[in-house]
Antibody
Framework: QVQLQESGPGLVKPSETLSLTCTVS??????????WSWIRQPPGKGLEWIAY???????NYNPSLKSRVTMSVDTSKNQFSLKLTSVAAADTAVYYC?????????????WGQGTMVTVSS | DIQMTQSPSSLSASVGDRVTITCRAS??????LNWYQQKPGKAPNLLIF???SLQSGVPSRFSGSGSGTDFTLTISSLQPGDFATYYC?????????FGPGTKVD
């Protein structure tokens, strides 16, 4: 059974870079069957898709964040990562790593437990 | 971007009630519509994909319908574990977007 686990600092200073890693267990990122995503949720608010990446490294970003976001994948470690630069208080959120989509029209079907990241000096 | 709206934003219901939540897309998304359930402090859980297909392991009291721009999630008989927030999400177009959520309490 595929499981995802986020890791990274829980506190980031304004203007600095937020870096998170997702470790996938129970399945291989490089199987090529899925894209792998990051989704975030500010406290008390709704869900925002950030980006997804394929095992080949091909990524697709939300235009609202594209200038600040980079995703990468490390197939040897079965991990994928998120970097968000120049963070501000508005980037405070729970960050989820998620499996999906599988293809066009497909959902996000397996979610990590989420990690809370607070932007504060 | 495709904008997703949901109604109502919240509703009060009792165990055994039939509950219906509506989701509307700002443009035609065919059947590229998914529903998630989120409980406090937990990650969302996929309930319905492709507008009407039940995710494995999800109770059959959950059902989805609709196509194009208008969609519905129905809980046929609300159970104690169903008190949660429900989100719709379109998967036809990038960026993928979510509705604002409907809280069932």
């Amino acid at each position: 059974q595929v499981q995802l686990q986020e890791s990274g600092p829980g506190l980031v200073k304004p203007s600095e870079t937020l870096s998170l890693t997702c470790t996938v267990s129970g399945g291989s990122i490089s199987s090529g069957s899925y894209y792998w995503s990051w989704i975030r949720q500010p406290p008390g608010k709704g869900l925002e898709w950030i980006a997804y990446i394929y095992y080949s490294g091909s990524a697709n970003y939300n235009p609202s964040l594209k200038s600040r976001v980079t995703m990468s994948v490390d197939t040897s470690k079965n991990q994928f990562s998120l970097k968000l630069t120049s963070v501000a208080a508005a980037d405070t959120a729970v960050y989820y790593c998620v499996r999906g989509p599988h293809g066009y029209g497909d959902p996000f079907d397996i979610w990590g437990q989420g990690t809370m990241v607070t932007v504060s000096s | 971007d495709i904008q997703m709206t949901q109604s109502p934003s919240s509703l009060s219901a009792s165990v055994g009630d039939r509950v219906t939540i509506t989701c509307r897309a700002s443009q035609n998304i065919n059947n590229c519509l998914n529903w998630y359930q989120q409980k406090p402090g937990k990650a969302p859980n996929l309930l319905i994909f492709a507008a009407s297909s039940l995710q494995s392991g999800v109770p059959s009291r959950f059902s989805g319908s609709g196509s194009g721009t208008d969609f519905t999630l129905t809980i046929s008989s609300l159970q104690p574990g169903d008190f949660a927030t429900y989100y719709c999400q379109q998967s036809c177009s990038s960026p993928r977007t979510f509705g604002p959520g409907t809280k069932v309490d």
